[in-house]
């Protein structure tokens, strides 16, 4: 079992920057073998990958963001981080993260609401 946690959403303008922080516990977890990926769902939207991460370190990004927001993992400290700079009003949504592990599925967090102003 993993529990996630996600962190750091907030009211944003346009232009500026949040850092999500998503912070993994579980009994003995450790998360250097599990991938994970942020993905959001606007209002009437399906839910979209946003930025994913490889257990080896690997990204990938929806062409949306490229170049605005960076993924990246802390394995010492179970946490995985959402830097999102230049932020748009198509930004806002509420960002999950998702942690996929091998023979147990995915796990999902709560979320965090984001929202940019104009």
């Known amino acids: 079992q993993v529990q996630l946690v996600e962190s750091g959403g907030g009211l944003v303008q346009a232009g500026g920057s949040l850092r999500l922080s998503c912070a993994a516990s579980?009994?003995?977890?450790?998360?250097?073998?599990?991938?994970f990926g942020w993905y959001r769902q606007a209002p009437g939207k399906q839910r979209e990958l946003v930025a994913g991460?490889?257990?080896?370190?690997?990204?990938n990004y929806a062409d949306s963001v490229k170049g605005r927001f960076t993924i990246s993992r802390v394995n010492a400290k179970n946490t995985v981080y959402l830097q999102m700079n230049s932020l748009k009003p198509e930004d806002t949504a509420v960002y999950y993260c998702?942690?996929?592990?091998?023979?147990?599925?995915?796990?999902w967090g709560q979320g965090t609401q984001v929202t940019v102003s104009s």
């Open positions: 579980g009994s003995t977890l450790s998360i250097n073998n599990i991938g």
């Open positions: 991460i490889r257990s080896l370190g690997g990204t």
């Open positions: 998702a942690a996929d592990v091998v023979g147990n599925g995915r796990y």
